[in-house]
DNA sequence: CGTTGATTGTAATCCAGGCGACAGATTCCA
DNA sequence: TGGAATCTGTCGCCTGGATTACAATCAACG
C-alpha cells in the first residue's frame, strides 16, 4: 500500500523517471537543516531516505514539530502569501538522501501535467488534515491523552505493517513533547505512567507499544 | 488587493464564467450546515456571500472552529484517505449565498485547467500555513495571548481596508473560545482584562479594537 | 576506556485556567 | 410587548501541568 502522502509513490514509472531527471541529488548528516523559515523558496525538495521534520520554532527557542516526512515525499512547496520565504524548517532525523530541483522548473512540470496538480493538492490537503486533527486534540485533551495519540498513530504512520509490531519508536522524549506541546518533563512522567500500567514498554530510547488495546483505552479524552 | 484564499477573485473573468456556468445556486440561513463531519464528497461549493466557519467537533461535542470562509473562497474539496467522507462540518455564520457543483464535474474542469489547480495548492497550502501557526500558537502561548493574536489577526483579515477600522467583530465569546482552546468564560475574563486597560472597546456583542498598538503588545507570548 | 554531552528520571512548588454555579443583559420572535 | 433563548459577567475551588532544580544513565568519540 502507498501511503497518503507518498507523493514519489503516486506517480506513475514515466513521469517519475522524467521528474528525477530534472533533479540533482545530495545526502545530509542527521539534524542538519534542508532550509529555514523565511529562507528563499527557490528549490522543491524530494526524500529519497531517511526522515525529516518539518518545524517551527517560538520566539523563545521551542521548536514545534509539524510532521514527519517519509520517503518519497515533496518538501519545500510553500510559499509566505505575505513576506514570501519559507513558511517552516525542515530538519533531518537521521542521514537522509535527497533530490532537488529549481521551483520554476517543478512549475513547468506542473503546468503540462494536471494529473500531478492534482496530486499535490491532494497531498497537501492531508497534511491540512492532519494538522486540524492535531488542533482538535490540543483544543480539546489533556497532556496524557495527546501523548497516547501521538504514540498510536506514530504506530500505524511508521510501521504499517499493521502485525503486532514491536519495532521501537525512534523518538526522544523531547521530540514527543515538542509534538505535543508540554514540557520535556512532562512527557517523561506521562510515559512512566503509561509504562508502569503495561501499555508501553521503554528502555532507554526505545519505546514501544506493549499493549496496543490498553493504550488505545487512555486516547479516549479524560478531560 | 485580492485575498490568498478568494479562489473565485483569482480566476480570470472568462475561467470563472465557465466555471459558474456549470453551478446551481442556493441560499441558507444564519448557523445552518452546508454539510458535515463523514458526509460524501460529492459537491463542491463557492462562497458568494456571507460568511460560513470551518470547524470540528470533539466527541463530548465541543466545537473548534478551524477557520473562517469569506466570499469567493471554495471548499468542501477534501476528503478523508481513510473512511472516505468529510474531514470537516461547515456552518454559516449569517445567511450565506452559495453555488455548488459536482467534484466530478470540478475534476474535469481542473484536469483542462494546469493553472487553476496550482492556484488550489496555494489556496489549500496557505489554510495548512495558517493551521500550522494557531497549532504553534497553542503549543506556546498561553491564553491571553493566544485570544490577543487572533483578534489582531481577525481584524487584518476581516476589514483588510488596514484604515483604523473601528468596526465591531461580529463574534461571541463562545466563537473566540472555540477557536483558540479555552473555556466561554476564560474569553469573557480575558477580553474584560483587554478591555479595562483600554485596547478593547466592548458593547454587548461589539467587541472592536480601539488601541492597535496595545493590543499588539500583549501579542508577544508571555509564558 | 574515560570524558563529555545528550537523554532520562524524580521531586517540590506554584499558578493559569478548567469547571460548576448563578445572576444580569440583550436580542429575538410570537 | 412580553416571555424565551441566547449571550455576558463574576465567583470560588481545585487540579494539571509549567517551572525549577538536580541526579543518574547512556552513547559516542577521541
Same mark, same amino acid.
Given at each position: 500500500?502507498?501511503?497518503?502522502?507518498?507523493?514519489?509513490?503516486?506517480?506513475?514509472?514515466?513521469?517519475?523517471?522524467? $521528474?528525477?531527471? +530534472?533533479?540533482?541529488?545530495? @545526502? #545530509? %548528516?542527521?539534524?542538519?537543516?534542508?532550509?529555514?523559515?523565511?529562507?528563499?523558496? !527557490?528549490?522543491?525538495?524530494?526524500?529519497?531516505?531517511?526522515?525529516?521534520?518539518?518545524?517551527?520554532?517560538?520566539?523563545?527557542?521551542?521548536?514545534?514539530?509539524?510532521?514527519?516526512?517519509?520517503?518519497?515525499?515533496?518538501?519545500?512547496?510553500?510559499?509566505?502569501?505575505?513576506?514570501?520565504?519559507?513558511?517552516?524548517?525542515?530538519?533531518?532525523?537521521?542521514?537522509?538522501?535527497?533530490?532537488?530541483?529549481?521551483?520554476?522548473?517543478?512549475?513547468?512540470?506542473?503546468?503540462?501535467?494536471?494529473?500531478?496538480?492534482? $496530486?499535490?493538492? +491532494?497531498?497537501?490537503?492531508? @497534511? #491540512? %488534515?492532519?494538522?486540524?486533527?492535531?488542533?482538535?486534540?490540543?483544543?480539546?485533551? !489533556?497532556?496524557?491523552?495527546?501523548?497516547?495519540?501521538?504514540?498510536?498513530?506514530?504506530?500505524?504512520?511508521?510501521?504499517?505493517?499493521?502485525?503486532?509490531?514491536?519495532?521501537?519508536?525512534?523518538?526522544?522524549?523531547?521530540?514527543?513533547?515538542?509534538?505535543?506541546?508540554?514540557?520535556?518533563?512532562?512527557?517523561?512522567?506521562?510515559?512512566?505512567?503509561?509504562?508502569?500500567?503495561?501499555?508501553?514498554?521503554?528502555?532507554?530510547?526505545?519505546?514501544?507499544?506493549?499493549?496496543?488495546?490498553?493504550?488505545?483505552?487512555?486516547?479516549?479524552? +479524560?478531560?
Amino acid at each position: 500500500m502507498v501511503a497518503t502522502t507518498d507523493f514519489l509513490g503516486r506517480l506513475d514509472e514515466e513521469t517519475r523517471a522524467e $521528474l528525477m531527471a +530534472q533533479t540533482t541529488r545530495y @545526502r #545530509l %548528516g542527521k539534524g542538519e537543516f534542508v532550509f529555514c523559515v523565511s529562507d528563499p523558496v !527557490d528549490t522543491v525538495h524530494f526524500l529519497l531516505s531517511g526522515r525529516i521534520k518539518t518545524c517551527k520554532f517560538t520566539p523563545d527557542g521551542r521548536e514545534v514539530i509539524l510532521w514527519f516526512g517519509f520517503p518519497g515525499e515533496v518538501f519545500g512547496l510553500i510559499q509566505s502569501p505575505h513576506h514570501k520565504g519559507r513558511m517552516v524548517s525542515v530538519e533531518t532525523c537521521e542521514p537522509c538522501e535527497i533530490a532537488k530541483m529549481s521551483s520554476n522548473g517543478f512549475q513547468d512540470f506542473l503546468g503540462s501535467r494536471p494529473k500531478v496538480s492534482q $496530486l499535490l493538492v +491532494q497531498i497537501v490537503a492531508s @497534511r #491540512l %488534515g492532519m494538522l486540524a486533527n492535531r488542533l482538535v486534540y490540543f483544543a480539546a485533551d !489533556d497532556a496524557e491523552t495527546r501523548i497516547a495519540k501521538l504514540l498510536v498513530n506514530l504506530d500505524a504512520r511508521y510501521h504499517n505493517s499493521g502485525s503486532g509490531s514491536e519495532q521501537p519508536i525512534g523518538l526522544t522524549h523531547q521530540e514527543i513533547a515538542d509534538l505535543t506541546g508540554v514540557q520535556r518533563q512532562t512527557a517523561t512522567r506521562i510515559l512512566g505512567r503509561l509504562a508502569k500500567c503495561g501499555a508501553l514498554s521503554m528502555r532507554y530510547r526505545r519505546i514501544s507499544i506493549r499493549d496496543h488495546e490498553l493504550l488505545s483505552r487512555f486516547t479516549a479524552s +479524560q478531560r
